[in-house]
């Protein structure tokens, strides 16, 4: 039997030691250069919704698991975490506002624990239509049981109650903040961790290849079950967060829609990478909360976004990162940025002229009552005049004449980029 007589260590990441770094600079310095109310109120909800999305992406992304009521746990642990706050509120439990998140995360867990079971005999298809089910059972029952989710008016809390360690009572905005980006941070850092664990690698393979896994021995419900699990934890406490930062929950965290919006972030922000969702999560947050402000036709927008994410870009924003890292590592980006510049140009010109078509249909629709006047980006346009209606569609054809032919070629540069890779990579190769 051979001894070791030297020590061995493993060398040291820099790089994601400083990714991680700078990952807690960025949520500890944010809110000092955005210093508004509504900045840090933005900046909560985008805490909140990178732990969502990345625990829906633990399913979806890490598990192959497309699930329509993934909202069922992030509003449990809300309904959850409110009840626990009130009862704080009352002087029966007596814990620190701080832990409040974690009740929701226990909530959303052994909840997960009862359906999780059913909801994992079954996956693809099935597992997505046994979630949707599950999803509608629990949205059906908020309604039917206001002695625990609220009725209608839902269910209101107090966050500032108990006592104030370090004089922080969570009422102001920015120290609820600070509280939720120590969790997004933990959270994140967890569930990353989860990703190089023995588990979170048989996860990546009953995606890839159930059959595989069930020849080698290993149960692939179990390991959907636990993953589901360990998913619906961190989504408890990102509906705990929720609670402490609304101070309300209603039956609307529990609806379909909510799970959709975690689908189709998660899938904008780049599914098949660990930091997609968060980019997903703060596009989220953006759109539901600043776009949705702008124009009563956001969700058509968005809906145009993701149409074009899913022909032209199917990996996410992450995966268009990645792949113009590759590009910059062999110093082929340069080439390319009087390309991205046009397709940018072109395709604003193109969206300048549809956008103006359907703020025109939505004032007819929506504001014909105020006249066929509208003001669009500083312009003045007649919803009922033949004019504005030429222009708008002329803009747009010609942007999307102008859009095709930019693509076109900066595809044809683009392979030639890639062509050039491989051939670098086999010289390399071959020489070492």
Known sequence: MSTKTHYEFKP?????W???????????VTPMVFTSSL????????????????SYNMLLGQGGMLSFGHAVYTGMGSFLAIHALNIVTKGTLSIPVSLIPLIGGLAGMLLAVLLGWVTTKKAATPFAMITLGIGE?????????????????????NRVTGGTPFGISFGPQVQLYYLIAVYTFVCTGLMFAFTRTPLGRMLNAVRDNPERVEFVGYDTQKVRYIAFVIAAFFAGIAGGLAALNFEH???????????????LFTFLGGATFFFGPIIGAVVMVLALVLLSELTKAWLLYLGLIFLFMVMYAPGGIASLIMMNLRVAAFGKLRELWVGYLALAVTALIALIGAAAMIEMVYHLQLNAALGPQLSFMGVSLNAKGFNSWFGAGFVMLTGLFLSEVT??????????????IEKEIKRREALS
Not at 46 to 54: T, Y
Not at 407 to 420: D, K, N, S, Y
């Open 12 to 16: 040291i990441n820099v790089g994601r």
């Open 137 to 157: 059972l629990v949205y059906a029952m908020s309604l039917m049981f206001p002695e625990f989710f609220g009725g209608e008016g839902g269910i209101a809390g």
């Open 18 to 28: 400083v990714i991680w770094s700078l990952f807690a600079v960025l949520m500890a």
């Open 407 to 420: 693509r076109r070629e900066f595809a044809r540069q683009w392979g030639l980029i890639q062509e050039f």
């Open 249 to 263: 929950v209603t039956s609307e965290v529990v609806r379909g829609d909510r799970s959709g919006a975690y689908l």
């Open 39 to 54: 900045s840090h109120t933005l900046l909560s909800q985008m805490g909140i919704a990178i732990i969502a999305c990345l």
